[in-house]
């Protein structure tokens, strides 16, 4: 999505940062530290709220703009079906977060 979002601008370069399996709220904020470094717009992927809350928490205090790309994605059949995301990560065996 990404890929296909930042073809649209000319003379824009992208750096894709991918952090693999991240499954505790201290493994998120390592990963802040790291996204402090390289300062930019962050799109990311996430399933469990208590991680991506010390996430947007981090992105509020950079003052980093962002985005949940699954938010939508997640939303829409919740609506439909009439329920609430489990935030469970099923049967994926590898869960990523990609920024």
Not at 5 to 29: N, R, S, Y
Not at 35 to 50: A, H, P, S, W
């Amino acid at each position: 999505m990404a890929k296909v979002a930042l073809a649209q601008f000319e003379g824009v370069d992208c750096i894709k940062h991918i952090w693999p399996m991240i499954i505790t709220p201290k493994q998120m904020e390592k990963i802040l530290g790291d996204i402090k470094e390289v300062l930019g717009l962050v799109l990311f992927t996430r399933v469990n709220d208590q991680i991506s809350g010390v996430l947007i928490t981090g992105f509020g205090k950079l003052r980093l703009p962002f985005l949940s790309l699954l938010d939508p994605v997640i939303t829409a059949p919740g609506n439909f079906f009439g329920q609430k995301a489990t935030g469970s990560l099923g049967h994926l065996k590898h869960p990523r977060v990609f920024i």
